[in-house]
């Protein structure tokens, strides 16, 4: 129950983070996609019942305040938790390299599905360009941030069964 909790603060506080600090601290392409990395952590380490509907809710509150189409980025974060809920039995899930290139290919996947998604149904001139400007600074700052993570205690917690 209490790593429930901890848990819980940590997602919230990677929300405080990733929508106050971090925007005025740090140029676009430079600020790490905590709540993805929640999201890919969630994919790895815990259930499919309580890390779905929690995939859908942080891609949410990335579409809340980041201005975008209410809804794209919750899709898509919750499209990437089901591929990675569905390999990761198959693979060692506490091992920190699996979750820094997990993080990189989820960071990517999540550019390229948010722009695949965008072209198809908006008519947005230049969207290709200004999504993909930043798109190798975004994924080495996610694998970054992702390696810091891996050195908190909460990572080397035993995993939840569902």
């Known amino acids: 129950m209490t790593s429930q909790i901890v848990k819980i603060l940590i997602i919230v506080g990677a929300v405080v983070l990733q ?3 971090l925007p005025v601290h740090l140029a676009s392409p430079f600020k790490p996609d905590l709540l993805l990395i929640a999201m890919v952590y969630l994919a790895l380490r ?8 929690l995939a859908w809710f942080l891609g949410l509150l990335k579409d809340v305040f980041s201005g975008l189409y209410l809804g794209l980025n919750a899709f898509t974060f919750l499209v990437i938790f ?6 990761s039995d ?4 506490e091992s920190s390299e699996l979750f820094v290139v997990t993080v990189s290919v989820a960071s990517l996947t999540c550019v390229v599905a948010d722009l695949l998604l965008l072209v198809m149904f908006t008519s947005t001139p230049a969207i290709s360009y200004s999504i ?3 798109l190798i600074p975004h994924i080495l700052i996610n694998a970054f941030a992702a390696s810091l993570v891996t050195l908190f205690p909460i990572f080397s917690s035993p995993q939840e069964t569902a």
């Not at 815990?46 to 509907?53: H, L, M, N, Q, R």
């Not at 089901?82 to 390999?87: G, L, M, P, R």
């Not at 198959?90 to 899930?93: E, F, P, S, T």
């Open 19 to 21: 929508v106050s600090v």
């Open 46 to 53: 815990g259930s499919f019942e309580t890390g779905a509907p």
């Open 82 to 87: 089901v591929v990675i809920k569905s390999i």
């Open 90 to 93: 198959r693979l060692y899930a």
């Open 132 to 134: 993909t400007s930043g």
